[in-house]
């Protein structure tokens, strides 16, 4: 997640506080250690990501292998960290989960014995998420004066608690889609039906982040509840919602301190097709070197209390705005000076190519043949 916002603070961190405006040197700026790790008390695998920050015209995430990362609570217990791929480290014993209450501190020690630790960071008490559902509305497109259609979502909760509560909420989508046509016949140097030896690639299910940042503090409201505050906003321009769709919504509630993180990340998010708009600020984490505390270090280790909760939403009556296959009937002539394999759709009794593979096979628009374990049919 944080790694999507590196570019931002590297342009943050380099500006001075001249109102003049000027592309930045942040060449030194490169290199710069990143961490991403968040702790929590659900059932979700603990999972730090480590990396170097790149160049903001060449965006890339460069994994830092080969470190040893240890997870300390407040009795001295130490859990280690595995990694399971480049840059990327698990506690491996899927029964720990961290403790309401309980205090954590993340330990690093790179490969050239660099060593980082985090804060101190308590786990705050998790606020009921009491409903998540959508809207028809609509928005208007960035960048344009036009308006389209889709469902805007929001969510409702309420604090038991008196004191203010602090939230980042983190967003995954799933969706049900398809290609424009079946796959009726398959040519190979001549044409045969499929039927006999199953070959349906119409079909698929694409599950993403949601990459926005979403932040609130109950600070200056009487009530420490929340009432239709709005989240992701899913339109009609592709095809997210042409079947069914489930949007899965982890409250986080955080400390302060990691909530003014996340929030000047929101706000430099906002923002950043014009950095000048605002007077810049620093966004530091709460990483530093344990020799060197003047070393910049990029990322955030989170420690959170976590709500969940997952809606699904069929097809809603709105227009659909992405573009369709069209049969390619002229194709066909020429089929047989063609090796194959392609595949052919049947309209009305007449064989017809696609303009492309992804007419009929699903998978080229980035999903799988194989539905999330947790999806739900009508």
Known sequence: MIRKYISIILLVWSLSSCVDKYWPEIDKYDDVLVVDGLLTDGSDTTVIYLSTSSSVNNEKFIPVSGSQLYILDENQTEV???????????????????????????????????????????????????????????????????????????????????????????????????????????????????????????????????????????????????????????????KTLSIRYSLLVSQLSISEQAFNFWDALRQQNIEKNNLYSQQPFQIRGNIINVENA??????????????????????????????????????????????????????????????SDACFDCRLEGGTLTPPPFWENN
């Open 80 to 238: 280690q960290l595995t990694e399971t791929s480049p840059g990327t480290y698990k506690i491996l014993d899927n029964t720990f989960t961290g403790n309401v209450g309980s205090s954590y501190q993340l330990h690093i020690i790179l490969a050239n014995g660099k060593k980082y630790e985090s804060d101190i960071c308590r786990m705050p008490e998790p606020t009921p998420l009491d409903s998540v559902y959508g809207l028809i509305e609509s928005h208007q497109i960035s960048n344009s004066d036009d308006y389209l259609d889709g469902i805007q979502f929001y969510i409702d909760n309420h604090s038991n608690l008196s004191d203010t509560s602090y939230y980042l909420w983190r967003l995954s989508q799933s969706f049900e889609y398809q290609s424009t046509f079946n796959i009726d016949f398959i040519w190979t140097g001549s044409i045969f039906d499929p039927n006999s030896n199953p070959d349906s690639l119409r079909t698929c299910w694409h599950t993403s982040p949601v990459k926005n940042i979403f932040t609130y503090s109950t600070k200056y409201i009487d009530k420490p509840e929340l009432i239709g505050f709005p989240i992701n906003y899913v339109s009609t321009v592709n």
């Open 294 to 355: 003047e070393e910049p270090v990029l990322g955030y280790f989170t420690v959170a209390g976590v709500s969940k909760k997952r809606i699904f939403i069929n097809r809603p009556p709105l227009v659909f705005h992405y573009g369709e296959c069209v049969p390619d009937y002229e194709g066909m002539r020429f089929i047989r000076f063609e090796p194959g394999p392609i595949y052919i759709v049947d309209v009305d009794g007449t064989k017809a190519m696609g303009n």
